[in-house]
């Protein structure tokens, strides 16, 4: 009887806003959350808190949430008491199975001309489903590709998550001495001509708009990486890989208006890509030889 009226009293105090905000019962939770985000910005959070022997705390992503549910792996609803204050959640009490807890946020992520952003900070391992139509996205600045993968997971989490649902895809057009180079452009903001200085190994672009993201998907062909990136003449950060059809995506965030020129190591019909690799492979074989023969 006694436990049971501690308990119920218990109960009380953490359900009372009044008084939720000063109490802390239990350690945080042995977790792991997900978080499913549809075309809308609308979220189906779900968090799987490992069985424990003590009081932990399970804090909520939002206080706005709906359709909350909570249960464990047998279907039954835990003992647990709603905390009220500050951040918004529950208090899970000893439990002998995992518990799932489920709910839904309406404004998880909001959307400025067509760039979805959400700032996440949760101390607990979380992965991220993005809608169907997504395929590139940014995480902190860095462009990254979900090709056949269905989300990521951010470790313990500080994340500024960034997409569009359809990319803007700009397509420049360079031309020398009779062939033509298709560079595709992803960005929102408006691209001048793209330009190619063919003695100094540069393509350039004038930069319109500052702190707008910028991916350039160069055929290795025109331009042969790793590349120099610099704004007025500047060096700035750059995010540079080679896919497997031999283009070069180069993302850019460019602080300030003005002139950015990226240069290369090589650039067409100057040396062209199957020439470098067969004059490598060649010089390869010339030390080879040298070094043979000295035996």
């Known amino acids: 009887m006694r436990l049971i009226f501690a308990l119920l009293l218990l109960v009380g105090l953490l359900t009372s806003s009044a008084l939720a905000q000063e109490i802390k019962i239990g350690d945080p939770a042995d977790q792991v959350v997900s978080v499913r985000i549809s075309e809308n910005g609308e979220a189906h959070v779900t968090h799987t808190v490992k069985k424990t022997n003590s009081p932990k705390q399970v804090e909520l992503l939002s206080p706005d949430f709906t359709n909350f549910s909570i249960k464990d792996d047998n279907g039954t609803e835990p003992t647990y008491a709603n905390t009220n204050g500050k951040n918004s959640g529950i208090v899970l009490f000893p439990t002998n199975n995992d518990v799932t807890i489920e709910y839904d946020i309406n404004d998880i992520i ?3 001309n067509g760039l979805w952003t959400l700032d996440y900070l949760y101390l607990a391992d979380t992965a991220f489903f993005l809608p169907d139509k997504v395929d590139l996205f940014y995480v902190n600045g860095n462009l990254i590709k979900l090709g056949e993968k269905k989300g990521f997971i951010c470790h313990g989490c500080q994340v500024k998550l960034q997409y569009e649902l359809a990319p803007t895809i700009i397509k420049k057009q360079v031309t020398w001495e009779g062939k033509t180079f298709d ?3 992803i960005t929102q903001t408006k691209i001048s001509e793209l330009t190619l200085d063919q003695p100094n190994k540069t393509l350039s672009i004038d ?3 500052p702190n707008k993201y910028i991916t350039l998907i160069i055929p290795r062909d025109l331009l042969w990486n790793p590349y120099e990136v610099s704004l007025n003449d500047k060096l700035i950060k750059k995010q540079e890989r080679v896919d497997q059809d031999n283009y070069v995506w180069l993302h850019l965030n460019p602080e300030e208006k003005g002139i950015l020129k990226i240069q290369g190591v090589s650039v ?3 040396f062209p890509l199957t020439t ?9 074989i010339i030390v080879y030889t040298a070094r043979f023969n000295r035996h």
């Open 207 to 209: 930069v319109a708009e």
């Open 110 to 112: 909001q959307e400025n």
């Open 183 to 185: 560079v595709q452009i």
């Open 276 to 284: 470098v690799l067969i004059l490598s492979a060649a010089m390869s």
């Open 268 to 270: 067409v019909p100057e």
